[in-house]
């Protein structure tokens, strides 16, 4: 059986302090971020479900009309289910790409203008233990991996 | 059907040889909580997004989509549809806000503004209850198919899956189960492809001449290709579809597979992997349910048993030649394997979803209050591992030859009733407290069984007490109406302040959790 590293640091608290979070909850940018999200996810989502919901019901009561046929033993019931694969892949391919190319700018945006105005408090006399701040520089990016010792500076057990 | 036979003996050995090799190579990654929890961050999107497919599709499922299309025809397909649309539910909801403010389960992102002890007690808990439900259909599943298709008695059955899984879930932790979920994904993914292809060649790639022939061949002819052979009321449909739906967005084992990638856009391309993946799966096991009812002969629908769970094999079969067929074995053989794989995979991401709950949660942070090192933490989810695999072990000798198709549909209702509304409410709604989510989960859990059990599939008379097959319709609105009202009722100022740092680290991915390898 592998060894596990004698790490003694405490599975803890998952809060990170050091960052005002009220003070980035009222930035305009970040609400700009919040409403974006609910631009596209809202109106997909209510299409995707009432597609689904409504493929049901009508599955429910009208089981003949989605027996017509229309080449061979394919019939309207096999072409609307078809159509909710379709739809699915579609809102899941929009969110994948308005996310990236819209959304994630927009939440770096948040964090540079947070890290601006002091919001984000580095300590750099205990580097090892501000990690919550120091994740924050390459937004999504993994290259510069930081060593696992390094947790965020935890606001003491409630 | 057959027994065993040399070649299932050759093939199970192949199947041994490669993932003991995965098994060793993973053991030498695992070196801290983080690589046994979620294999250091470092699977990438598309790699997660095939994980998530195995993590998603057990060997019940597939079996059981395929059954239900032989006997069902259209209706057979409504399962399958409501689960994926579930993927948009977890993709929207849940996903990467999960993945930028939760470390290794969904407590951790929950506690960053709710209680953490009593939070992480229900919802691990809960996560308990669900991961041994989701175990005892898999174990019962795995043993049935292997005494069916190996030969070996259904006791000795379960107890080999157990000791695999605990193998691999032990050893390896998150990183041999995540190689595991991707080379089981392939497989089936391949032996499916097969199977369609070669039903689809037979039916000279018409999809209308396939249906025809099926329909042709079923007790039902032209109802076969249309509802209602399986679900007639609209309420219970509405409510299947709904716990289907929301109980995907609610699933631990599922919403664990996050916290494996390196950050929220791997989060929600293995998202975008999985829809693609096991939309494609669905379309090819509904050829190949379509296939079994189109080309198997009466004496082998029969083999097929009275759920159709044995429809795929029999018709792997048919396809090899036959009952008794050089090929016909050869192709049985590889099944076999192919689907004791599918269900260990699973039941390992199941095992250590409960593990994770079991030690992280309740261990390291309820009884030691976060007092504890990492080490002793993996040693209790090894520990508890061990225990997990006994209950399940011991409950799945409890079902055999019993019934259990209801309790799929349970599961998730469960997970719709309880994580889907708490996570709902943590990520987007200021006032809830603490007090509300346990209320809210606890009025979940308590609907959905009482419900279940006054249900026509459960209740022992010939006319229950209510007629609703799923309780989703009922006791997820409960469910959320409690949460408000605990939460109205019993407010806490502390919960409410903290939510701006559980909502603005989820929606941004600020201090998130960063790859450790």
Redesign the interface.
Known sequence: MPDVETSRAPVEDTTIAGVDWDAIERDPAYHELLAMRRRYIVPAAIVCFAAYFGFLVLAVNAPHALGSRISGGFTVGHLLMGCIFLVVWAVVWGYTRVATRQWDPQAARVIAAAEAAGAIDRTPESPSRAPGVEQVVPVGEISDAAPTSSRARREPAR | MSGGNGFTFAVFAVLVALTGWILVRA??R?????H?WAAGRSITGTQNGVAMTGDFLGAATLLGSVGLILLFG??G??YS??W??G???V???VG?RLRNA??YTIS??L??RL??RPIRSVIAANTLLISVLLLVTQLLGAGILLKALVGVDYRLAVIITAVAFLAYV??GGMVSVTLLQIVKATMLGGITLVVAVWVLAKSSF??????????AHSPDG??Y????LF????VN??SL?IAL?LGVAGLPNLLMRFFTV????AA??S??WA??FI?VLY?LTFVIGLGARGFLTSGEVTGAGPAGNLAAPELVQHLGGGAGSWGGKLFLAVFAAVAFATALAYVAGVVITAASAAS?DIY??VIR???????S??LVARLTTLGIAIVGVLLAFAVENKNIVFLAGFVYALSASTNFPVLMLALGWRRFSTTGALVGVATGVVTALVLTVLSPDVWPGDTSPVGLTNPAIVSVPLAFIACWLGSVLWPNA?DAR?Y??L???A???????????
């Open positions: 053991s030498r695992v070196k801290t909580a983080d046994f259209f209706d397909a409504l549809v409501g994926l649309v993927f948009v539910a993709l929207f909801f990467e939760g470390r951790d992102a506690t960053i209680g953490q032990v050893i018409d999809p209308g001449q396939l249906l025809s022939r099926a329909a032209e109802r290709l249309e509802p209602g679900l007639t009321n609209t449909t509405v579809g739906v390196p950050d929220k856009g929600r391309r998202v975008g829809v693609v939309g379309l992280h390291a942070n209050r976060g007092e504890v090192s990492e080490r933490e993996i502390g903290r701006a740092q909502s603005v680290r929606a941004t991915g600020l201090g998130a959790e960063r790859a450790t390898s």
